[in-house]
């Protein structure tokens, strides 16, 4: 099984992932601001501005708190991706300086009886 780290496509869906929470983030601000305007429209109407306004509360700020945990979500990924990419890049350098630090000459020695063909 391989796997390979791609920093480029990593990047591309990072960046997709913020424009939708800032867009998620300016809906939910509009939708706020909306809300404030209707409640004051309903003039007289106490109990139904009070009805829209027991409504809306609980609501209010649900979008705010889903775009910045979306937000916060992609960080830590792209922290992890990250670390990904600088422990793969350590473990190639290390690996290729071990190889280079082998004996040329060096070979294990045969083992005999695993298999006919080291015979």
């Known amino acids: 099984m391989t796997y390979e780290i791609l920093p480029d496509q990593i990047h591309g869906t990072l960046t997709a992932i913020a424009a939708d929470g800032n867009a998620m983030h300016r809906a939910a601000t509009d939708a706020g601001t909306s ?11 106490t109990e139904v501005a009070s009805a829209f306004t027991a409504f809306w509360s609980p609501r209010d700020e649900t979008a705010q708190r889903v775009s910045s945990l979306l937000f916060r979500k992609a960080t830590a ?5 990250q670390a990904f990419i600088t422990a793969d890049g350590e ?7 071990a190889l280079s630090s082998l004996p040329a000459d060096y070979a294990p020695p045969l083992q005999r009886g695993h298999g006919r063909f080291l015979e």
């Open 77 to 81: 990924v792209a922290e992890a991706a």
């Open 91 to 97: 473990m190639a350098t290390t690996a290729t300086a």
């Open 35 to 45: 809300a404030a305007e209707i409640a004051g429209t309903f003039g007289a109407a």
